[in-house]
């Protein structure tokens, strides 16, 4: 392992010799204030909400469909309220899904 004079990172030299430059994860946190790590934070926090949000309403449709097909069989006024309650969620997710995406 040779370091180099300018700057802190490391090189290292494989097999073939050609160099390799390895980082720390803590060389991201060395330059960074409290206001950077709060921006990266909210951005992870964003990313997050991003991935999930984006599975939600599937589940949500699912449930809908479920209640649609067993409409048959319950009464009419519970397929509606168990429809209702989940398009209701699938509102929330949208809203969350929006703050999200300008997390992230």
Request: glycine share 8%.
């Given at each position: 392992m040779v370091l180099d004079e300018s700057s802190t990172k490391r090189?290292?030299?494989?097999?073939?010799?050609?160099k390799r430059v390895k980082g720390?994860?803590?060389?991201?946190?060395?330059?960074?204030?409290?206001v950077d790590m709060c921006l990266m934070?909210?951005?992870f926090v964003g990313s997050v909400f991003?991935?999930?949000t984006s599975r939600?309403?599937?589940?949500?449709?699912?449930?809908v469909v479920n209640a649609i097909g067993s409409a048959s069989t319950r009464d009419n006024?519970?397929?509606?309220?168990?429809?209702n309650k989940n398009v209701v969620a699938m509102l929330y997710v949208a809203a969350i899904s929006w703050v999200a995406c300008f997390l992230g």
């Amino acid at each position: 392992m040779v370091l180099d004079e300018s700057s802190t990172k490391r090189v290292v030299l494989d097999e073939s010799g050609t160099k390799r430059v390895k980082g720390s994860i803590g060389s991201i946190f060395m330059h960074a204030d409290m206001v950077d790590m709060c921006l990266m934070a909210l951005g992870f926090v964003g990313s997050v909400f991003d991935g999930i949000t984006s599975r939600l309403p599937m589940f949500f449709t699912s449930h809908v469909v479920n209640a649609i097909g067993s409409a048959s069989t319950r009464d009419n006024d519970a397929s509606q309220h168990t429809i209702n309650k989940n398009v209701v969620a699938m509102l929330y997710v949208a809203a969350i899904s929006w703050v999200a995406c300008f997390l992230g």
